[in-house]
């Protein structure tokens, strides 16, 4: 047992990658290896997500609950930037919406100012009030115009056609600055008040989302989004991808009648066509990820890190000594929240479709919150390992729990209460498989799989 935990402490990175991968191979050669690899691309999408909680937390003890509107503000910058624009949208309605945001951006500044300035509290009121009204008027004649631009398929002003790959530089830099917009109100709040700001504010992106349709369509989703990588059926009918997929099968072609050869051969580059389109995204994925990581570490390992982790072990002793504890927090909350907004922007360009309705705290925050406790926090690698942990289970659950009932129902009679009982509830086995891990790894290794290394500030 010694020898075990001696081993384990020393290789524990190398061993837990490895186990991780040693399942997804599992998967693959006993399921199939296009839902490895689907599997495999959003394990890689929440372990950036992950890794941007992970330095909001690890980094600076900053508890951010707010992790599914810095992902929808990603998100929607893919479709703000990469789809085509609604000629007849902004022809009808684009000038008099950009007036309105103009106008409404005017009012919130000249009543900052005037409020600095100290001027009267009735001349603000009156001010911002008269802004409003008009802002108002031109925002929703501006926005009734545009949706009632064939609302079943556009309904909304589009984007603007650039290259979906900017799009998601564009994410990261939107959720940046809605981070510092928030950050500058809600940093100054203690850390249950911060996590309840956060939460509300998130709810409030989501809440415009849904609601404004000229944005992006509201609840009618957006389809057909732009991507990196061909379509499959492209990829079918190009002459080099079915001599290729010819070449890797040929020996088990070449056992089969003519006839049925070329039947088979297009079953070939079908599924062939699914697993090459889903390995690229994971190349692009698997680039952004390391590159994070390795700016992450050399961060970390920084004096501008260690001067961080030392806010975060002690404030009041990093306060006396100088350091401006809100501004590094802002620095830090502005830094995690961009690369949340960067696989936000990911994960649609990866879905191929914008869902609202599919943002809900327990996939985009109580689960990436799960990610990092189990992973380890503080640990950029532990963040990772989380993510694939729990991503993995969380699909699985549904496999697991039916092979549990039936392992159960070997040893029961058929039409048992129970055995019924818990086939009709298989679904819900995800959620005390992940709370049974959670508390596992409280209770075990209570820093996560892999905890942060000690180092000497």
Known sequence: ????????????????????????????????WSLVLGIFNLCLISAIMALGVN?????????????????????????????????EAIEVGGLKMLFALILGALTIFIGVFLNRRGYNKWLIALV??????????????????????????????GGLGIHVMFSWIVGGLVAAGAAWSIGKITLGLRADYLAIATLGISELIIYVIK????????????????????????LQMSVWFQNMVAWLHQSSLELLPEAEQISRLNEY??????????????????????ALILLANLALDSPWGRKVRAIRDNEV?????????????????????AIVGVAGALLITYNGIFIPTSYQPLRFTFLIWVMVIVGGSGNNLGSVIGAFIIWFLWIQSGPIGLWFVEMIGNFTQEGNTA???????????????MGTLLLLVMRF?????LPEKNKEL
């Open 269 to 290: 580059v079908r599924e062939s066509s699914i697993v090459f389109i889903k390995l690229c995204y994971s190349g692009f994925f698997i680039t952004i990820l390391i």
């Open 211 to 234: 609601n404004e349709d000229w944005l992006v369509r509201g609840v009618k989703n957006v389809s057909g989004l732009s991507r990196p990588v061909p379509y499959e059926i492209n």
């Open 128 to 157: 911002v009030i008269i802004g409003y009204l008009f802002t108002r008027y031109y925002f929703s004649d501006a926005a009734q115009a545009i949706e009632k631009v064939n609302p079943a398929k556009s309904g909304y002003l």
């Open 419 to 433: 055995t019924e009982f818990l086939e009709d509830r298989v679904h819900f086995l995800r959620l005390i498989f």
């Open 1 to 32: 047992m010694n020898n075990f935990n001696t081993i384990w402490e020393s290789h524990k990175t190398i061993i837990s990658f490895t186990m991780m991968a040693i399942l997804l191979l599992f998967v693959g050669f006993n399921q199939s």
């Open 55 to 87: 330095i909001q937390w690890g980094y600076a003890g900053i508890f951010n609950v707010g992790i599914m509107g810095f992902a929808a503000l990603g998100g929607i910058s893919v479709i703000l930037v990469s789809q085509q624009p609604v000629v």
């Open 445 to 449: 290794t209570p820093g996560g799989i």
């Open 317 to 337: 002793a990093a306060s006396a000594m100088g350091k401006n504890i809100t501004r590094q927090h802002l620095q830090i909350f502005v830094i995690g929240s």
